[in-house]
């Protein structure tokens, strides 16, 4: 069973940054995403990778965040500048897109959280 793990998170205030990391228990050769999952919301994608380096980003996070992976390291990141508050929730990992279209793997998520 492939596990993948979220780190990061924290508190900051808006304004700040933070970088997430993910991390597959197997280097995985497919297409991986953040998503995040504010209280109260549906769970939204954020950001997304291809297996062939093909970024798509959802417009509220245009200009702020940045997905990166580190194939040497099996490393997934997201880099979050500019943080607002409207940005905090639980943001999860996400790997490999199954038949059904939806990503197989998935992280426990961790928690961001912006203040004023």
């Known amino acids: 069973q492939v596990q993948v793990v979220e780190s990061g998170g924290g508190s900051v205030q808006a304004g700040g940054s933070l970088k997430l990391s993910c991390t597959p228990s197997i280097p995985l050769f497919c297409a991986m995403a953040w998503y995040r999952q504010a209280p109260g919301k549906e769970r939204e994608l954020v950001s997304r990778?291809?297996?062939?380096?093909?970024?798509a980003n959802a417009d509220s996070v245009k200009g702020r965040f940045t997905i990166s992976q580190d194939k040497a390291n099996n490393t997934l990141y997201l880099q979050m500048n500019n943080l607002k508050t409207e940005d905090t929730g639980t943001y999860y990992c996400?790997?490999?897109?199954?038949?059904?279209?939806?990503?197989?793997?998935w992280g426990q998520g961790t928690q961001v959280t912006v203040s004023l």
């Open positions: 996400a790997a490999c897109i199954s038949a059904s279209g939806l990503y197989e793997y």
């Open positions: 990778i291809s297996n062939r380096g093909d970024i």
